[in-house]
């Protein structure tokens, strides 16, 4: 087997196994300590928490943020109404563009209160969505490589 | 002076950056300078006396699975290409972000054995180039229209939610404008594209030279002996920018006593979705060609073979098939938006001149036209005169010298 094809399968293997424990230990095994052996995000040093929390929340903030403004310019850019031969259907992007607001307006605020309340969940679920968004992105690779042509076409050889 | 040029694109035939780099780069030479080009893919033509510098791109965004190039299986893994690839997935246009910081290395690199008097970017705009201050040479920018009149124009046609949040992500407004308020000069291609650049990024107007395009007359010219087909009207554009307002021109189509048939030049089968469907719709199925893409010489004999161009432009930093078809001697019905009104010149000497989406107005020139020969002929004759004596690449370059050195004298107060 050609090398780079044996470090596309190494890729695929490693992302696999680290997003499976990225999830069981995030949801899995940590759920139950909270449940049953009463795990306290207040008990951590507060530059500690804050240390994770902050560039956590920050990049989870831009990433609502960003719905947010995509949901605000649907809703209010100002353009000439389409030539009616081309409108043919009914166009529902406001009414979406409305809940979107609404929708990243709440999680935003949720975010935010469970970061203030040091509340567990508001750090794991950005976490692991970063985390799998970069693992996905490397397996997503590492297919690519095991599927791709390993040889040089003529011309570039 | 050793002047380097920056373009994410390089190559003439991806847009009228690649033609802007080409021209300008061959024009400084020919004025005596040092000229430099650090380009992104496609790279431009090898011109004598331009020294070229390649940035290399996966180009993540237009690929969709086939990105892996077998000579370098894991040069996705890299942290820049990780980003680039990461951001294209999430419908983000990341290629002009990238190559600034590409280019602010590569930069950094030639300064170790070039001292370069000026650096010029086309069109790019990046967080990198905020490094690229940082090197001590006076950095100064192109912008040939903001990309804001992009993004609304795209809007006026009804479009699904997830459509508009591509077109929302697409574009880099946000970095546009920080960035080119921090440059030391913008230079733009038309009055008007000046006043949108203010309008849309906030740069103050004193910050900005107006430097007009040239046209190279020696390639675009009228072709003797080409016998003009009856009823013809070209376009030359991307029919899926919706800028370029090609629906008023098929409903114009529509309106017209003439039976006209129309060549569309575009960029191939690929970039064609609502169009055929439009041309269906309006029952214009037989009465329009598409050529895809063709080399210049194929279009400069199309421009001969027509008896007319329209641009029916929503808007227009330039518009550069404008004078394009005015070099050829073919009479131009456009609109009065943007800077097309500049470039065209007078209603009814220069070329004709309609009012944006408007489809009638542009049926009643499309007949008015084919029923006047001599004024087709006149005008025709005009519009070529006007590209000769205001559009050329050589007075272009002149003027980005003085503006250049304009620039380094301030620069060298500080």
């Given at each position: 087997m050609p090398r780079p094809r044996i470090f596309g399968y190494l890729a695929v293997l490693s992302t696999l196994i680290l997003a499976g424990l990225v999830t069981y230990s995030l949801y899995l095994l940590t759920a139950e300590n909270i449940e049953y052996s009463g795990t306290d995000l207040n008990k951590i040093n507060n530059f500690t928490f804050y240390a994770v929390a902050l560039p956590l929340s920050l990049v989870s903030v831009m990433v609502i943020g960003t719905g947010f403004w995509i949901g605000w310019t649907i809703l209010t850019i100002k353009v000439v109404p389409p030539m009616p031969d081309i409108a043919d259907k009914k166009d529902y992007s406001k009414i979406k563009a409305f809940f979107l607001c609404l929708f990243t307006l709440c999680l935003g605020a949720l975010l935010l209160y469970g970061i203030s309340i040091k509340n567990f969940w508001a750090l794991a679920i950005p976490a692991a969505a970063i985390s799998l968004v970069i693992l996905g992105a490397i397996f997503w690779v590492g297919i690519a490589i095991i599927t791709t042509r390993s040889t040089l076409p003529e011309e570039k050889k | 002076m050793k002047i380097c040029l920056l373009s994410y694109r390089g190559n003439p035939y991806c847009g009228g950056q690649g033609i802007y780099v080409m021209y300008i780069a061959k024009e400084l030479v020919k004025l005596g300078h040092e000229v430099h080009v650090v380009a992104g893919p496609p790279y431009p033509f090898e011109e004598n006396g331009v020294i070229i510098h390649r940035i290399s791109n996966h180009n993540y965004f237009n690929k969709g699975t086939n990105f892996i190039k077998p000579h370098k299986p894991f040069a996705t893994l890299q942290p820049l290409n990780l980003y680039e690839f990461i951001a294209a997935k999430f419908g983000i246009f990341p290629e002009i972000e990238t190559f600034s910081i590409r280019a602010f290395l590569k930069l950094k690199e030639l300064l170790k054995t070039h001292r370069f008097d000026i650096i010029h970017d086309n069109q790019c705009l990046g967080y990198g180039f905020l490094l690229i201050q940082r090197l001590g040479v006076p950095f100064v920018s192109t912008i040939h229209h903001p990309l804001t009149i992009d993004r609304s124009t795209w809007f006026e046609h009804p479009s699904t939610f997830n459509l508009k949040m591509k077109r929302i992500l697409y574009y880099p407004l946000l970095m546009q404008k920080i960035v080119s308020n921090r440059m030391y000069r913008i230079i733009t291609v038309s009055h008007n594209a000046a006043f949108e650049i203010n309008k849309a990024f906030g740069v103050d107007q004193d910050n900005i030279s107006v430097i007009y395009n040239g046209m190279d007359s020696t390639i675009f010219y009228p072709v003797k002996g080409v016998k003009k087909k009856k009823n013809s009207i070209i376009f030359v554009g991307n029919v899926e920018d919706r800028k370029k307002g090609i629906i008023y021109l098929l409903k114009a189509m529509s309106l017209t006593r003439h039976p006209v048939t129309l060549t569309i030049v575009d960029g191939g089968a690929p970039n064609r979705s609502s169009v055929p469907r439009l041309i269906d719709k309006l029952g214009l199925n037989g009465r329009v060609t598409f050529t895809g893409k063709i080399p210049i010489d194929r279009l400069i004999r199309l421009y001969s073979q027509t008896e007319i161009a329209v641009l029916?432009?929503?808007?227009?930093?330039?518009g550069f098939p404008a004078a394009e078809a005015m070099a050829c001697e073919l009479p131009v019905i456009t609109t009065t938006a943007g800077a097309l009104p500049e470039v065209v010149g007078e209603h009814m000497k220069t070329g004709y001149l309609v009012p944006p989406r408007d489809a009638p107005a542009i049926a009643q020139g499309i007949d008015f036209l084919l029923d006047h020969p001599d004024i087709r002929s006149t005008m025709g004759k005009a519009a070529r005169q006007r590209v000769l004596e205001i559009f050329t690449w050589e007075s272009a370059a002149r003027e980005l010298v003085n503006m250049y050195r304009e620039v380094i004298n301030a620069y060298g107060r500080f």
């Open positions: - | 029916p432009s929503l808007y227009e930093g330039f």
